[in-house]
């Protein structure tokens, strides 16, 4: 049973950091794992996602911000979020597709198959 597992979420300043975790358990390799953020009355949105490989690839309102890396000893997939903004105040989801069902890791419109509970991250200014 595949089951993701995030921490970390909590509430910044503007400009601060936080790093967001997600153990994962239940599989050996993703084809994809990612972060999504959903902020009240919007749509969750792609933050960003990670290949098996290694390529990463992030929205553009977190270019230069955010940083995704994987861990796979510890099967543990990170955010880390820098200068961070009051409009990055959200819920953060982890998310994973073990194969290509939701389409190409490296495609904009990916979506996952497996989410977290998710973390909140607040940001006030």
């Known amino acids: 049973q595949v089951q993701l597992v995030e921490s970390g979420g909590g509430s910044v300043q503007t400009g601060g950091s936080l790093r967001l975790s997600c153990v994962a358990s239940?599989?050996?390799?993703?084809?994809?794992m990612g972060w999504f953020r959903q902020a009240p009355g919007k749509e969750r949105e792609g933050v960003a996602r990670i290949r098996a490989s290694g390529a990463s690839y992030y929205a553009d309102s977190v270019k230069g911000r955010f940083t995704i890396s994987l861990d796979n000893a510890k099967n543990t997939l990170y955010l880390e979020m820098a200068s961070l903004k009051p409009e990055d105040t959200a819920m953060y989801y982890c998310?994973?597709?073990?194969?290509?069902?939701?389409?190409?890791?490296?495609?904009?419109?990916?979506?996952?198959?497996?989410w977290g509970q998710g973390t909140q991250v607040t940001v006030s200014s």
């Open positions: 998310a994973a597709a073990l194969n290509l069902s939701g389409g190409y890791c490296y495609a904009p419109s990916w979506w996952p198959t497996y």
């Open positions: 239940g599989f050996a390799m993703a084809h994809c």
